[in-house]
């Protein structure tokens, strides 16, 4: 067990829909990252939020957007969804973000667009 | 663009046997990660690597880092079916804000039979 915590486990949605994935990172970790994995285009970093704020992006979508609340939970935000948006969806935390950490992931969120 | 390459893709291998899994990757770093992923299960971090040169080992697993030519290694001695999964190295490179997400490698899909 990593520590970190992600709901739902499995959503199925629609095209055109909009869903929130959630995540709650180890405790006393502050850096929480984004992770889309399919079969096509593999583990593709999205987004990276330290202590509320955004500190780096990856190949995130304009449709796709997270925020990281002061409880440091986060929240990972998918709208217009397209059938090429299913995917599982990793969440992961280290302490602070900086070099050198390892990262620690949860058990992910299966997203299927029907 | 960063770019890590993994091979082979697909191994399998029998039990008791010797193999070495390569990750190339294509831009200057000194931080590279090996992490395992079970079936329809999340990413559990093996070894991290921050210098060049670098060697560790877990069991039947022993990992190195070489800097200079931008490659590491995951070597699997007298192999157990246990270690039947999916290994993936990642390389972490420095943002603007710190140290940015990792990049994945495509896995190596290891299959160890008796």
């Known amino acids: 067990d990593s520590g970190v915590t992600q709901t739902p486990k499995h959503l199925i949605t629609a095209t055109g829909q909009r869903v929130t994935l959630r995540c709650s990172p180890r405790?006393?970790?502050?850096?929480v990252y984004w992770y889309q994995q399919s079969l096509d285009q593999g583990l593709q970093f999205l987004i990276q939020?330290?202590?509320?704020?955004?500190?780096a992006k990856g190949n995130i979508l304009e449709r796709f957007s997270a925020q990281q609340f002061p409880d440091l939970h986060s929240e990972l935000n998918l709208s217009s969804l397209e059938l090429g948006d299913s995917a599982l969806y990793f969440c992961a935390s280290s302490l602070d973000g900086g070099a050198g950490q390892p990262q620690h992931f949860g058990d992910g969120t299966r997203l299927s667009i029907l | 663009e960063l770019k890590v390459e993994q091979n082979p893709l697909f191994l399998s291998m029998q039990e008791g046997k010797n193999y070495t899994i390569y990750c190339n990757y294509s831009?200057?770093?000194?931080?590279l990660y090996w992490y395992r992923q079970d079936p329809g299960k999340s990413l559990e971090s093996l070894f991290v690597l921050l210098s060049n040169g670098a060697v560790k080992q877990e069991g039947r697993l022993m990992a190195s880092l070489d800097t200079k030519a931008r490659l590491s290694t995951l070597h699997i001695t007298a192999a157990v079916h246990d270690l039947s999964a999916t290994y993936f190295c990642a390389v972490e490179v420095d943002g603007w804000g710190g140290a940015d997400g990792l990049t994945f490698g495509k896995g190596t899909h290891l299959i160890i039979q008796p």
């Open positions: 405790s006393g970790d502050l850096s």
């Open positions: 939020y330290y202590n509320g704020e955004e500190r």
């Open positions: 831009t200057t770093s000194d931080r």
